[in-house]
Structure formats: C-alpha cells, structure tokens
C-alpha cells in the first residue's frame, strides 16, 4: 500500500519525500479539524455536564415532580 | 524441466506472492490505524489545550473590555442570554491566582471547548436558586483538572459587568452522570422552592472518565457592586495552598 503509494509519487526522490510530507501533513490536518471534533462527542474524554441523557435512561433517584426542571435538555451528556 | 512445469512452478510463485502481499496490505492498514489512535490522544491531551487556550485568552480579554466600556451582557436581564454568549469570569483563587475562565450561556461541547458553560435553566449568578456551571477537567484548556483540591470554604468569584458575586464553597459529591438533582435549584432536594443563592460546578471524575461527576456546592456570602470593587485579598489563593506547595 505504502510501496505502493512511493511509486505512484511522481519526480525524483527529494520530490517524492517532500510531496509526502506534503500529503502527510494534509492527513494530520484533516483529523484535527475535521475528524477528530466530529468523533469527540462519541468518547468518554470530555464529558462534565449532568444530564437525563436519553428519556428513557433517568435515574431512578429522580423525582417526577421537579417543577423547574433543571435538566439541561439538548446538551450532549 | 519441462515447458509445462516451469508454467505451474510459475503460477505457485504468484500464488505465493499475492498471499504475502494481502498480508502485507492487512499488516499496513494496522499499523495505519495504530498511528491514527495516537493522533487522537495528541490532538485530545494536546491540541484541544492549544486551542481552548486562545480562545480563553480572547474571550477573557474581550468582555473584560465590555466591562470597562459598561457593555457586558446581563445575565440579570428578564430576556435572558443568547446561546453560547459570554457573560461572565469565573475566579478560583484555589486553582490559582491568575486563574480565570469567561463562563457562556449553555453547556453543549461545542461551548466548553472555550471556557465554561452555564446551565441555561438555572438561576443567574447571585440570585437565589441555583448557578450551576460546568467545565473540562482532562482536555479543552482542563480549567477544573485540579477540582478535588478545593475544601470547605474556599471562595468562588463570580464578575459581571454589574457585580462580583462572591461564594464560598460548602460541599463536595461524587455523583453519576445522571445525577441532575445536583443542580436543581435547591441542591439534591428537587422540587423544593430555594431561599438561598448557590453555585454548583461539575465536571467529569475520574479523571479521563465518563463514569460519574465530581460536582462542588458553594454558597453566596456576599454581592459586591463594581463601584464598591473587591478587596484584592479575596482573589489571593489560600493560605494553605501555600503550605501544600512549601511556598511558605
């Protein structure tokens, strides 16, 4: 795949090194500000808020009867 | 060797061949995901740090100057906060004595990954009922990683552009992140009308962990107009803080 890719570079080889960097440094790029901040919220990493989370999982020690409610609603847990 | 065997020789070569290279192509897609799996923990523990930083640095310095020239969001105001506005500083002499966070209206990720967030349908700071903020404690700029130092007492300022809200910390719980009785207006006794001002923090325990949520109750001792100011003491990290490091 690798080898593969070397050979698809075109030009000599300090070309070929530096067009990698190149496609590399896209690569990195690519996950910092795109697909890595989408995967986030999938992880346990960064979660600090308390929440119902979905309506069906409430905690039990919660009363029904809360009348302003205190759940953040729409924050993700 | 005859025509014939040479051909078969030849197609069990590139059977061969092309086993090693499936192999080959699996081994790097492997290795290919192994560096992905890095670049993850660096961009979390690392990059998130960078940018919570600047945009902290900005935000902080931005309603600072909506303080002075008297423009800062009122989060008094009976028309209440745009989502994600930033209203007001959180200080935690504890934490240190330059610590200070911008707190924004809501508590969606997107909003803590540059700064503090408040739940929207708590109280306002300094009214009665319940102010209730969350912050990162392990990524985005970590502002509560050292959240477990704080002990009865300590105070927890909060500056708007009208008042410093000064709290002193009350309690602390460990709780599951279900738990949203601890920022009910009255802290864990849902349903009950409140009669005094809190504040409640949360953010996530065990460190790096999804598992529950380390909350702090603080309770308002004072309320301060800007005209009156702060005395600089209140901002001064606690003493103990300094026996704890050998400072004194």
């Known amino acids: 795949m690798y080898a593969a890719l070397w050979r698809a570079l075109p030009g000599p080889r300090w070309l070929k090194v530096l067009e990698a960097l190149v496609l590399l440094a896209g690569v990195v790029a690519f996950c910092f500000l ?21 309506s069906t999982s409430q905690s039990p020690s919660q009363s029904p009867s809360q009348s302003p409610s205190p759940s953040p609603s729409g924050s993700p847990s | 060797m005859t025509r014939r065997a040479l051909r078969a020789q030849a197609r069990a070569d590139a059977r061969v061949a092309r086993g090693w290279s499936v192999v080959g192509i699996v081994g790097e897609l492997l290795v290919t995901a192994g560096l992905l799996l890095m670049l993850f923990v660096a961009w979390q523990l690392w990059w998130t740090d960078v940018e919570a930083g600047r945009t902290v640095d900005h935000e902080v310095t931005t309603l600072r100057h909506s303080f002075d020239v008297g423009q800062a969001p009122d989060p008094k105001a009976p028309d209440g906060l745009i989502e994600g506005e930033t209203f007001a500083l959180l200080h935690i002499p504890r934490l240190g004595a330059d610590w200070v966070y911008p707190i924004k209206q809501g508590t969606d990720l997107s909003i803590l990954s540059g700064g503090l967030g408040h739940y929207v ?17 392990t990524t985005w700029g970590r502002p509560f990683h050292d959240i477990e130092t704080m002990v009865e007492g300590d105070r927890i300022v909060v500056e708007t552009g009208a008042t410093w809200e000064v709290y002193a910390v009350t309690s602390h719980e460990i709780v599951s992140p279900y738990a949203v009785e601890v920022i009910a207006p009255v802290p864990d006794q849902p349903g009950e009308a409140p009669t005094k001002a809190m504040l409640t923090l949360t953010t996530c325990h065990p460190k790096f962990s999804a598992e529950q949520r380390y909350i702090v109750h603080a309770e308002l001792l004072e309320t301060r107009t800007r005209e009156e100011g702060l005395p600089a003491s209140v901002l001064a990290p606690p003493s103990a803080a300094f026996a704890t490091t050998g400072a004194l």
């Not at chain 1, 795109?34 to 979905?54: A, H, N, Y």
């Open chain 2, 121 to 137: 349908e708590t109280a306002p700071p300094g009214e009665v009922g319940n102010f209730a903020v969350a912050g990162h404690r």
């Open chain 1, 34 to 54: 795109w697909l890595f901040p989408r995967i986030e919220p999938l992880m346990p990493f960064s979660q600090t808020t308390v929440d119902t989370g979905t």
